[in-house]
């Protein structure tokens, strides 16, 4: 009896320590309470966080005694020792800086931001309240070396560190560790189908590549969103935003943002949560009329094809297609549509979130599910300007976790909804009110009939076209709007614009930290593995035959060791190695080494060397898409033949004996090519076959993708000058293998190279324009650096400040048809001024940027973008008896349009008034 005794006493003992609960309030100086403060047992990963009211609960495993450490963004940190059970900790934080906030994304493991072995930018709840943009994802655009692409008003695209369209792949975007991106085009859509503002519990952003961590997908920058758990953050919370936008081509529009948290502890151990959001406004309206960059013309041109008018890219040389002398050498192109006449311009966004929490031993052990849903209306510009109506993504995740380990598996599937290609819109209401060869042949008819009567070549062409236009679709007429309506409804590219998709991936991830076994070394190890379904139908992939599925996985681990040099100096090493292997390609590995020196806790010095790679992705390997003005054709060896398609054979063609219609696959443009400038500088070399320069065709003949390789080099600074904070870094990027697309030109008949008949087929226009997706001969390198100052001045102002250089180094004109995409500027600054309480409860900010002028590089069209400057501001109320506050916000304050790209709308200015009420 009495063995027993001991035994209940000791297993007793075991149970307490077990169960040590400390509880407590965290307030600043002036007694307000801090939401989402940091309570982490010291030594360890456990931990929790404050709620809206600032208050905490932890239960901890750990032998007494020991020491908590509470941390929260902009105050100093504290570390209080806890001897005893139950024991009531109450904190108060004094004002400190940004560099005591914790971040895990550097290293999968909590660590102050000070700390960190790479450059992490964090946007936690305090930036969030305080951004003077429309909402907390536009708000990344302040941070230090981002860039943010506005594709249209809910569609916007970080960049960090360049090479990045709209369809930035080398950039990974994870909400709750789940990847964000579309499965149909391998990039996150901005936050369309993202986060609800009121669930943000933080965000990290790292610029450089991250593959040694978090595999091929980040390979130049990744963005973390984790939002509140329900265990920590319970009740009603909700906004509304109503305001304006405000264009020069759109005019006035409303704009509204709603947004509603219900979270509820049902127990220590179940709880669960609902998000809902709905956004609604009206796009920036696209009006760019001039001629697609580098053609000068004008809409008097005869072979105009407009930026933002759709349809004038079905063009043809009217001599080579009538056979006839008398008829000039020229491309004309037919009549197309306005945008403003093939979309409405509505954008939406609506979405949902809801998270069952299951803790079944009240502690750290924790099973989730967590499910998203979101739709909505968009543009989106690729290789051309799409209608994105009704698309839907949804996410299903199932995780188990504690603080030292994860185990989750997700599944992401899209479905395109009621999405069109506005281009191919406009091409196929044409040719269903008259087709194009028939267009063209009453044009070349009118135009000999107007010469031999005695006009001018330009009076000529003016009633070549008025004859050809006879009976014209015009916008509003039942006639376009039938037309329209066949056209948006219609998957073949042939006779229609609507495309397809039911894509879906299937990821797991693991990872494991060791370091609470042991002190020697922290060691974490993890993996990771993916399948593809690709299922657009054909009409972007060459999945008409079914889906095409393929594989992918990864293991990596990580060893980190802190070594404390003398009583003011330590020294934080990390190494870490991942290993990723694709179904299509050879294993790579990806290791990285840096290295953290801390003096007097108030200076760092980083660097680390760290190399990366990106496998193609599904559209560079079995895209199958016709863009118009030329074919996109992945390089999978499966893919080459998969894609056909029939073309037509001009006159001068047909005389060579070559039949009236040929057959050609995309192996043609990998194998049977010339360099696309090489047949524009051939054409332009004379008018006929006798009087060209065959010499200048290049042949082209695109190598198959692998994956691509970058080795990135980084030395960063962080400290603390008196009352000046100073963040600061360098790259340098060596790329290898850089993806990208050629354009070639493939003829229809002959062999490229060899100077038979092929070169007769490039002169009788009878060739087809690809773009293929390839790797660099060339070197690809990129250099830069930035540097952030942030200050405390007139007795409690934020002051902040950053600088960011970044260039690219590629010899454009030796490799002119290799597209890069670098897309960024050289030079840009940013600064802020505010105060969380200028006077008792109200704020205010003012966020300012300026871009450097650079050179957009994009499938849809390259161009220079003008240097801009833009004034955000915003002023807040805290109303603490409704738990509540007011902001007044107005981005672009200036109102000076601009815009990031060639082809989108011009970004007018937003005005609005928001309500947020919090844990009611």
């Given at each position: 009896?009495?063995?027993?005794l001991?035994?209940?006493?000791?297993?007793f003992c075991v149970?307490s320590f077990a169960q040590?609960?400390?509880k407590?309030?965290?307030?600043d100086?002036t007694?307000l309470?801090?939401?989402?403060a940091n309570i982490?047992?010291?030594?360890?990963?456990?931990?929790?966080?404050?709620?809206?009211d600032g208050?905490?609960?932890?239960?901890a495993?750990?032998?007494?005694?020991?020491s908590?450490?509470?941390?929260?963004a902009?105050f100093?940190?504290?570390?209080?020792?806890?001897?005893?059970?139950n024991?009531?900790v109450d904190?108060?934080?004094?004002?400190g800086?940004?560099?005591?906030e914790v971040?895990?994304?550097a290293?999968r493991?909590?660590?102050?931001?000070?700390?960190?072995?790479?450059?992490?930018?964090?946007?936690?709840?305090?930036?969030?309240?305080?951004?003077a943009?429309a909402s907390?994802?536009?708000g990344?655009?302040?941070?230090?070396?981002?860039d943010?692409?506005?594709?249209?008003?809910?569609f916007?695209s970080?960049?960090t560190?360049?090479f990045?369209?709209?369809?930035?792949?080398?950039f990974?975007?994870?909400v709750?560790g789940?990847d964000?991106s579309?499965?149909?085009?391998?990039?996150?859509?901005?936050n369309?189908?993202?986060m609800?503002e009121?669930?943000?519990f933080?965000?990290?952003?790292?610029?450089g590549?991250?593959?040694?961590?978090?595999?091929?997908n980040?390979?130049?920058g990744?963005?973390?969103?984790r939002?509140?758990?329900?265990?920590?953050?319970?009740?009603?919370?909700?906004?509304h935003?109503q305001?304006?936008?405000?264009?020069?081509?759109?005019g006035?529009?409303?704009?509204r943002d709603?947004?509603?948290?219900?979270a509820?502890?049902?127990?220590?151990?179940?709880?669960a949560?609902?998000?809902f959001g709905?956004?609604?406004?009206?796009?920036?309206t696209?009006?760019?009329?001039?001629g697609k960059?580098?053609?000068?013309?004008?809409r008097?041109?005869?072979?105009y094809?407009?930026?933002?008018?759709?349809?004038?890219l079905?063009?043809?040389?009217i001599r080579?297609?009538?056979g006839?002398?008398?008829?000039?050498d020229v491309?004309?192109?037919?009549?197309?549509?306005?945008e403003?006449?093939l979309?409405?311009?509505n954008a939406?966004s609506i979405?949902?979130?809801?998270?069952?929490?299951?803790?079944?031993?009240?502690?750290d052990?924790?099973?989730?599910?967590?499910g998203k849903?979101?739709t909505?209306?968009?543009?989106?510009?690729?290789?051309?300007?799409?209608?994105?109506?009704?698309?839907?993504?949804?996410?299903?995740?199932i995780?188990v976790?504690?603080?030292?380990?994860?185990v989750r598996g997700y599944?992401?599937?899209d479905?395109?909804g009621d999405?069109?290609?506005?281009v191919?819109?406009?091409v196929?209401?044409?040719?269903a009110?008259?087709?194009?060869a028939?267009?063209?042949?009453?044009y070349i008819g009118a135009?000999?009939?107007?010469?031999?009567?005695g006009a001018?070549?330009t009076?000529?062409?003016v009633?070549?076209r008025?004859a050809?236009?006879t009976?014209?679709?015009?916008?509003?007429?039942?006639?376009?709007?039938?037309a329209?309506?066949r056209s948006?409804?219609?998957?073949?590219?042939?006779t229609g614009?609507k495309?397809?998709?039911?894509s879906?991936?299937?990821?797991s991830?693991?990872?494991?930290n060791f370091?609470h076994l042991?002190?020697?070394?922290d060691?974490?190890v993890?993996g990771?593995?993916?399948?593809y379904?690709?299922?657009s139908?054909?009409t972007?992939?060459t999945?008409?035959?079914?889906p095409?599925?393929y594989?992918?996985?990864g293991?990596?681990t990580q060893?980190?060791?802190?070594?404390e040099?003398?009583?003011?100096?330590?020294l934080?090493?990390t190494a870490s190695a991942?290993?990723?292997k694709?179904e299509?390609?050879?294993g790579f590995?990806?290791?990285?080494i840096?290295?953290g020196?801390?003096?007097?806790?108030?200076?760092?010095?980083?660097?680390?060397?760290?190399?990366?790679?990106r496998n193609p992705?599904?559209?560079?390997?079995?895209?199958?898409?016709?863009?118009g003005a030329?074919?996109?054709?992945g390089s999978?060896?499966?893919?080459l033949?998969?894609?056909e398609?029939t073309?037509?054979v001009n006159p001068?063609g047909?005389?060579?004996g070559?039949?009236?219609?040929?057959?050609?696959?995309g192996r043609a443009?990998?194998?049977?090519?010339?360099?696309?400038?090489?047949?524009?500088?051939?054409l332009a070399?004379?008018n006929?076959?006798?009087?060209?320069d065959?010499?200048?065709l290049?042949v082209?003949?695109?190598?198959?993708?692998?994956p691509?390789?970058?080795?990135?080099?980084?030395?960063g600074?962080?400290?603390?000058?008196?009352k000046?904070?100073i963040?600061m870094?360098?790259y340098?990027?060596?790329y290898?293998?850089?993806?990208s697309?050629e354009?070639?030109?493939?003829?229809?008949?002959g062999?490229?190279?060899?100077n038979d008949?092929?070169?007769?087929?490039i002169?009788?226009?009878?060739?087809k324009d690809?773009?293929?997706?390839?790797?660099?001969?060339?070197?690809?390198?990129?250099?830069g650096?930035?540097i952030?100052?942030?200050?405390?001045?007139?007795?409690?102002?934020?002051?902040?400040?950053?600088?960011t250089?970044?260039k690219?180094d590629f010899d454009?004109?030796?490799?002119?048809d290799?597209?890069?995409?670098?897309?960024t500027?050289e030079h840009?600054?940013k600064?802020?001024?505010?105060?969380?309480?200028?006077?008792?409860?109200?704020?205010?900010n003012?966020?300012?940027?300026?871009?450097?002028?650079y050179y957009?590089?994009?499938?849809?069209g390259n161009g220079?973008?003008p240097?801009y400057?833009?004034?955000d501001a915003?002023?807040?109320?805290?109303i603490?008896?409704l738990?509540?506050?007011?902001?007044?916000?107005a981005?672009?304050?200036?109102g000076?349009?601009?815009?990031t790209a060639?082809?989108v709308?011009?970004i007018?200015?937003?005005y609005?008034?928001?309500?947020?009420?919090?844990?009611l």
């Amino acid at each position: 009896m009495k063995t027993i005794l001991k035994l209940f006493t000791m297993l007793f003992c075991v149970a307490s320590f077990a169960q040590t609960t400390i509880k407590g309030k965290i307030i600043d100086n002036t007694g307000l309470p801090l939401p989402g403060a940091n309570i982490v047992i010291v030594g360890t990963s456990t931990g929790t966080v404050s709620d809206f009211d600032g208050n905490y609960t932890l239960t901890a495993t750990q032998e007494l005694p020991f020491s908590i450490r509470v941390s929260y963004a902009g105050f100093e940190p504290q570390t209080i020792e806890i001897t005893s059970n139950n024991q009531v900790v109450d904190v108060t934080l004094a004002e400190g800086n940004s560099f005591d906030e914790v971040v895990i994304s550097a290293s999968r493991t909590p660590e102050r931001i000070f700390e960190s072995p790479v450059t992490v930018e964090r946007f936690g709840l305090k930036e969030i309240k305080n951004t003077a943009s429309a909402s907390f994802y536009e708000g990344l655009e302040n941070l230090k070396g981002v860039d943010v692409n506005t594709n249209s008003l809910t569609f916007k695209s970080i960049n960090t560190r360049g090479f990045a369209t709209f369809a930035n792949t080398r950039f990974m975007q994870l909400v709750d560790g789940m990847d964000n991106s579309a499965p149909a085009l391998n990039f996150p859509i901005g936050n369309l189908v993202g986060m609800n503002e009121t669930d943000v519990f933080s965000v990290e952003l790292l610029p450089g590549a991250a593959s040694a961590l978090y595999g091929a997908n980040a390979f130049n920058g990744i963005l973390f969103m984790r939002s509140k758990s329900p265990f920590d953050f319970q009740g009603i919370s909700g906004y509304h935003k109503q305001g304006i936008t405000s264009q020069d081509a759109g005019g006035d529009n409303t704009y509204r943002d709603s947004g509603i948290r219900m979270a509820y502890k049902f127990s220590e151990k179940f709880a669960a949560k609902v998000n809902f959001g709905w956004l609604k406004g009206t796009d920036w309206t696209a009006n760019n009329y001039n001629g697609k960059p580098g053609t000068g013309d004008t809409r008097e041109s005869v072979g105009y094809d407009g930026i933002n008018v759709y349809g004038d890219l079905v063009s043809t040389n009217i001599r080579t297609a009538s056979g006839l002398g008398i008829i000039p050498d020229v491309v004309v192109s037919r009549t197309g549509y306005e945008e403003r006449h093939l979309t409405d311009y509505n954008a939406e966004s609506i979405k949902a979130d809801w998270g069952l929490y299951f803790r079944p031993w009240e502690n750290d052990f924790e099973i989730q599910y967590i499910g998203k849903y979101g739709t909505g209306n968009t543009i989106y510009q690729g290789s051309n300007r799409y209608n994105i109506a009704g698309f839907s993504q949804q996410q299903h995740k199932i995780e188990v976790r504690n603080d030292n380990f994860f185990v989750r598996g997700y599944v992401v599937s899209d479905d395109a909804g009621d999405s069109y290609d506005m281009v191919f819109t406009g091409v196929n209401i044409l040719n269903a009110w008259k087709p194009h060869a028939q267009w063209f042949q009453e044009y070349i008819g009118a135009y000999a009939g107007a010469t031999l009567g005695g006009a001018t070549d330009t009076q000529a062409h003016v009633a070549a076209r008025a004859a050809a236009e006879t009976g014209r679709f015009e916008p509003g007429t039942p006639e376009f709007d039938a037309a329209f309506e066949r056209s948006i409804n219609d998957p073949s590219l042939l006779t229609g614009s609507k495309f397809q998709d039911q894509s879906k991936y299937y990821h797991s991830d693991a990872n494991y930290n060791f370091s609470h076994l042991w002190d020697a070394v922290d060691v974490q190890v993890g993996g990771s593995y993916r399948k593809y379904s690709l299922n657009s139908s054909g009409t972007i992939y060459t999945d008409f035959d079914g889906p095409i599925d393929y594989s992918e996985y990864g293991i990596y681990t990580q060893l980190q060791k802190e070594l404390e040099l003398n009583e003011d100096m330590t020294l934080k090493l990390t190494a870490s190695a991942r290993y990723d292997k694709s179904e299509f390609f050879d294993g790579f590995l990806s290791p990285r080494i840096s290295a953290g020196l801390t003096v007097n806790r108030n200076h760092n010095i980083r660097a680390s060397l760290q190399t990366g790679f990106r496998n193609p992705t599904t559209q560079d390997l079995f895209i199958g898409l016709d863009a118009g003005a030329r074919v996109l054709v992945g390089s999978a060896p499966t893919n080459l033949d998969r894609y056909e398609r029939t073309h037509n054979v001009n006159p001068g063609g047909i005389a060579l004996g070559q039949p009236a219609t040929i057959t050609q696959t995309g192996r043609a443009a990998y194998e049977n090519s010339y360099l696309n400038s090489s047949v524009i500088a051939y054409l332009a070399s004379g008018n006929t076959v006798g009087t060209r320069d065959a010499s200048l065709l290049e042949v082209g003949n695109s190598d198959i993708v692998t994956p691509e390789k970058i080795t990135s080099m980084e030395v960063g600074y962080r400290g603390k000058l008196d009352k000046v904070i100073i963040d600061m870094s360098i790259y340098y990027n060596k790329y290898q293998d850089f993806i990208s697309g050629e354009i070639v030109s493939a003829p229809l008949y002959g062999t490229a190279g060899t100077n038979d008949i092929s070169v007769d087929a490039i002169s009788n226009r009878d060739y087809k324009d690809y773009q293929t997706y390839s790797n660099s001969e060339a070197d690809v390198n990129s250099y830069g650096g930035s540097i952030g100052l942030d200050v405390k001045v007139l007795g409690g102002f934020d002051l902040g400040g950053s600088y960011t250089y970044t260039k690219q180094d590629f010899d454009q004109a030796a490799f002119p048809d290799f597209i890069t995409s670098f897309n960024t500027p050289e030079h840009k600054t940013k600064l802020s001024f505010g105060n969380t309480e200028v006077v008792k409860n109200i704020g205010f900010n003012l966020a300012w940027r300026w871009s450097d002028n650079y050179y957009w590089q994009a499938t849809f069209g390259n161009g220079d973008i003008p240097a801009y400057h833009v004034l955000d501001a915003q002023v807040n109320f805290k109303i603490p008896a409704l738990k509540s506050s007011l902001k007044l916000g107005a981005t672009n304050l200036l109102g000076d349009e601009y815009f990031t790209a060639i082809g989108v709308g011009s970004i007018g200015s937003m005005y609005y008034a928001s309500w947020t009420i919090n844990n009611l």
